[in-house]
C-alpha cells in the first residue's frame, strides 16, 4: 500500500504525525511515537511571552535595585509554567534531530517581527527540517480592521520566509473575514504550506470567585467536519501544503481528510488520550480500509471530495447549507 505523501515539501512515508503538543518534550515519548510509525515530529510552540519573559527576568536579576520592570513582568506568564524555556527548546531540536529518522518540524508562536524572526533563525540552525509559525491571535482591538491584522502577519511570513531556507508552514485561526483569499496571500508572501485550524481553548467563569477558569477539553471527531470543509474549499485553488488539525481520532477522520485534500494529518488529542501508539493502530486501520476499498495509494483519493471538482463551488456551499437547515426533525 502506498502512503506516500509530500508535506511542505518533505518526502514522507504517509501523512500521520503529532501535533504540537508537550508529548515532544519527553525524549522518550518521541523515541515511541517514532516507534509507533509517526512520519515526522511536530514540536510544540515557543512563545515568545516566554522570551520576553526571560530577558525581562535577566534584566531584573541585574537591576535587583529598581522595580521598573516588575509591573511587567506580573502581566507574563511565570517562566516556571513553561516546561521548555527557549534555550532548552532550542536544545531539544538538537537532541530530537539527533534521536529520530524522520524530520523534526519546530513551532513558534510570536508577537512581534523581531520575536519572529529572531528565534525562527535560530530555530533553522538548530537543525529543525520545517517550521509551523503558530498565529494564536483574536482580533478583539475594536480600532484594528482585519486588514490590519492581516497585513502584520503577512509581514511576519515574509520576513520568516525570507530569513531561513527551511520550509515555513503557517497554522491559523478559523476567524478570518475571508480565509481563502487570505491563504492565498499567506503563500504569496512565502508560505510553503497552511495548517488548520488552531484550536482556542475557552475559558469558563467561576461566579462565585469571579474569576476565569482556564480549560483543557480534548477535541473530538466532531471538529474535524470545519477543517474539512477548509481544506475542501482550499485544495487544487491554492498552491501550498495542506494539514489538518484537530478533530482527528480515526482511520475513518484520515480517509476525510486526505479526500478533502489534505498532505498532512497531526494528531494531538488522541495521542494524548491513548498514548503514543495508538498512531500505529490508526495507520493500521488506514492501511486496512485501503486494501478493503481497492485503493492502491493515497494519491488516488486525495482532493476527490474538494470544491475543485465541483463546477460552481458557491452554489454547492449554498445547497448544502439549506439541506443541513431543512434535515432537522422533531423527535417529540
Keep these: 500500500m502506498d502512503l506516500r505523501t509530500k508535506y511542505l515539501g518533505l518526502e514522507l512515508a504517509h501523512p500521520l504525525m503529532p501535533g504540537g503538543s508537550p508529548m515532544a518534550d519527553d525524549l522518550d515519548t518521541v523515541r515511541r511515537l517514532e516507534d509507533a510509525g509517526a512520519a515526522a515530529i511536530v514540536m510544540h510552540s515557543l512563545f515568545e511571552e516566554q522570551l520576553t519573559g526571560e530577558q525581562l527576568a535577566t534584566h531584573a536579576a541585574l537591576e535587583a535595585s ?10 507574563l506568564p511565570s517562566i516556571s509554567d513553561f516546561r521548555l524555556g527557549p534555550e532548552e527548546y ?13 524530520p523534526v518540524i ?3 508562536n510570536g508577537a512581534t517581527l523581531g520575536g519572529w524572526l529572531g528565534y525562527a533563525k535560530m530555530m533553522a540552525e538548530a537543525g529543525a527540517d520545517a517550521l509551523e509559525l503558530n498565529v494564536y491571535q483574536l482580533a478583539t482591538d475594536p480600532e484594528e480592521s482585519a486588514q490590519a491584522l492581516e497585513q502584520r502577519t503577512l509581514a511576519v511570513v515574509r520576513a520568516v520566509t525570507e530569513a531561513v531556507s527551511i520550509p515555513v508552514a503557517v497554522k ?19 508560505a510553503a504550506g497552511l495548517v488548520l485550524f488552531n484550536r ?14 482556564p480549560q483543557l477539553r480534548l477535541s473530538d471527531s466532531s471538529e474535524l467536519l470545519l477543517r474539512l470543509r477548509w481544506i475542501a474549499i482550499l485544495s487544487g485553488r491554492v498552491n501550498a ?19 478533502s485534500g489534505a498532505h498532512g494529518v497531526q494528531l494531538v488529542s488522541a495521542l494524548l488520550r491513548h498514548g503514543p501508539y495508538y498512531l500505529k493502530f490508526i495507520l493500521d486501520d488506514l492501511n486496512r480500509w485501503l486494501e478493503e476499498h481497492e485503493i492502491g495509494s493515497l494519491d488516488e483519493i486525495r482532493g476527490n471530495m474538494s470544491l475543485e471538482r465541483c463546477p460552481d463551488p458557491r452554489q454547492l456551499e449554498r445547497t ?5 437547515l431543512a434535515s432537522w426533525r422533531p423527535a417529540w
Design 90 to 102: 532550542l536544545e531539544q531540536i538538537r537532541k530530537i534531530k539527533q534521536l529520530v529518522k524522520v
Design 320 to 324: 448544502n447549507y439549506m439541506r443541513v
Design 200 to 213: 482556542f481553548y475557552q475559558s469558563d467563569i467561576d461566579i462565585e470567585e469571579l474569576d476565569v477558569k
Design 172 to 190: 491559523l485561526s478559523p476567524f478570518y473575514t475571508s480565509t481563502a483569499n487570505f491563504a492565498r496571500q499567506l503563500v504569496a508572501a512565502g
Design 66 to 75: 529598581t522595580e521598573s520592570y516588575g509591573e511587567s513582568l506580573s502581566f
Design 241 to 259: 501544503s495542506f494539514a489538518v488539525t484537530g478533530g482527528v481520532h480515526s482511520a475513518v477522520d484520515v480517509v476525510k481528510a486526505v479526500m
Design 106 to 108: 519546530a513551532s513558534l
